[in-house]
């Protein structure tokens, strides 16, 4: 991709980026958004809009694994 800022053009991966969120106020929710560092300039590149989830379902792993030790 390119940074807005400097117009380097570097490999986005997917390690590199972050959520970042802005916060809309009282009555607006939250923005999420992607966001990669330019590794020339530093400057913060925004990606795109990232929609949040609500209610994320966590995995239940059955541990069964008491012991009943004395
Ligand atoms: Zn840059």
Redesign the pocket.
Known sequence: MK?K??S?EFALSKKDTYIVFKNMGLFGADKYYDAVN?P????QNVLGERLCEFGLKKVSESSTNKDGEK
């Open positions: 940074c800022i400097c380097n330019c020339q300039c530093g400057c």
